[in-house]
């Protein structure tokens, strides 16, 4: 009894779903096992799902098995893209949008309850994903910041001492995790035309 009282419910909220007036985008869509879908897609991150919509059928792809998604919005006019990683007590599986990308990145996630007025400092709750780690943007300093400075040397110190920024300061924050990213990738480009002379 308790289990068809389950499946009605699995079943009824698959419906609703379905039914709700949504916004279709042109994306793709990446699950766990590499497999790649394009086509329509609707992203529900309240509910951590994704609909993709293929020949007139509609599929839901929870959070669990989904890698990434990337598309494009039209409106913003930005190429948005989300990621799947498990976070939190229970260790469930939660869809974070991109905001800076790089060796360390700035990820976000909408709020349960928001209004249209909010910004988007109010509307989101921010994070730092080093690749292994997920650290709230409020624990910055403490976890993430000694990290960059040791990594980021000198050039990363004097940034931050020129720029006056602070890493108690959100913005400022993602600014230092920005020119961080920007360090990183010119040591990797460094690091590979090295090796290209080596190889010679």
Not at 82 to 105: D, F, M, P
Not at 117 to 135: H, K, P
Request: charged share 20%; net charge positive; glycine share 4%.
């Amino acid at each position: 009894m308790n289990r068809a009282i389950a499946i009605w419910l699995i079943l009824f909220t698959v419906g609703k779903l379905i039914a709700q007036d949504r916004v279709w985008y042109n994306g793709v869509l990446v699950l766990q096992t590499q497999q790649v879908l394009t086509g329509a897609i609707a992203i529900e991150p309240e509910h951590d799902i994704v609909l993709h919509q293929d020949a007139g059928q509609v599929n839901i792809y929870p959070a669990h098995r989904i890698q990434s998604i990337q598309f494009f919005e039209i409106n913003a006019n930005i190429n948005r893209k989300y990621i799947s990683l498990q976070h939190g007590t229970w260790r469930r599986y939660h869809l974070y949008e991109v905001v800076v990308k790089g060796s360390v990145h700035v990820l976000r996630r909408q709020k349960q309850r928001t209004t249209s007025t909010l910004s988007d400092a109010d509307s989101f709750i921010y994070y730092i994903y080093t690749g292994s780690e997920l650290v709230h943007l409020h624990a910055f300093r403490k976890q993430v910041y000694p990290v960059l400075q040791k990594e980021g040397g000198v050039q990363f110190s004097m940034f931050v001492l020129e720029q006056n920024l602070n890493p108690n300061d959100a913005v400022h924050a993602i600014r230092m995790v920005q020119y961080y990213n920007t360090l990183m990738l010119c040591d990797e480009s460094v690091a590979r035309s090295v090796d290209r002379v080596r190889s010679k």
